[in-house]
C-alpha cells in the first residue's frame, strides 16, 4: 500500500471512484490517511442520496461542484410526505425551492455520469418535472443500471422515455397509479 502513497491525488481520486459502496469507501478510508482525506467528505457523502425533488439546494451544490455530481450511484427522490410534521411540507421546501429545485434536478441529472440506480418515489410532481427528468435521462452520459419510477401518475403524460444503447441492458420497474 505504501507505493499508493506515491501516487498524485488526482489518480488516487480516480481509483476511488471505482468503488460503488459507502460501505467499501468506508474501509479504504481506514487503510491509509490519504485515502481517508480523498474520502471524507465529498466520495462518501455523495455516493448516495435521498433527497426531495423540489429541494433546490442539494441540486445546486451539484452544479456547483461537477465533479462532486460524477461520485454519486444512487438517487432517490423522495416524496414530500415523508418528514412531514403536522400536515406541514418540511421546512426547506419554501416556495423558491417548489418553484426551482425540479428545474435543478433536471440539470443535475446529466452530470451524474456514474449513477447506477435511480429511484423516483414522489407522485406529487406534476407530469412537466417528470419530462423534464426524463428528458435529462435521455440527454446523459450516465451509466444506469437500474430505474425505478413508482407512483407516477402517467395519465395525461405525452413524453418519450428512450434510453440509448450504452444504457441497455438494465432494469426498469414502472409502477402505474
Not at 478510508?29 to 455523495?46: E, V, Y
Not at 444504457?167 to 414502472?174: E, I, L, N, R
Request: aromatic letters at 8%.
Amino acid at each position: 500500500m505504501s507505493s499508493q502513497l506515491h501516487l498524485p491525488p488526482e489518480l488516487l481520486d480516480k481509483i476511488v471512484e471505482f468503488v460503488d459502496k459507502p460501505a467499501d469507501l468506508r474501509s479504504l478510508a481506514l487503510s491509509a490517511r490519504i485515502f481517508h482525506s480523498i474520502i471524507f467528505p465529498h466520495h462518501i457523502k455523495n455516493r448516495e442520496i435521498r433527497a426531495y425533488a423540489r429541494d433546490a439546494r442539494v441540486w445546486e451544490r451539484l452544479l456547483k461542484h461537477p465533479c462532486r455530481a460524477s461520485y454519486v450511484r444512487v438517487l432517490e427522490i423522495i416524496p414530500e410526505t415523508v418528514g412531514l410534521t403536522c400536515g406541514k411540507p418540511p421546512a426547506i421546501l419554501n416556495a423558491y425551492s417548489r418553484i426551482l429545485g425540479a428545474q435543478l434536478l433536471g440539470l443535475a441529472l446529466p452530470l451524474m455520469t456514474n449513477l447506477r440506480r435511480f429511484i423516483w418515489e414522489d407522485s406529487t410532481l406534476g407530469n412537466r418535472t417528470l419530462d423534464t427528468v426524463i428528458q435529462a435521462i435521455n440527454n446523459s452520459p450516465m451509466q444506469l443500471q437500474e430505474l425505478s419510477l413508482n407512483g407516477l401518475d402517467w395519465s395525461g403524460f405525452y413524453g418519450d422515455l428512450r434510453f440509448p444503447p450504452s444504457m441497455v441492458p438494465f432494469s426498469v420497474c414502472f409502477s402505474l397509479t
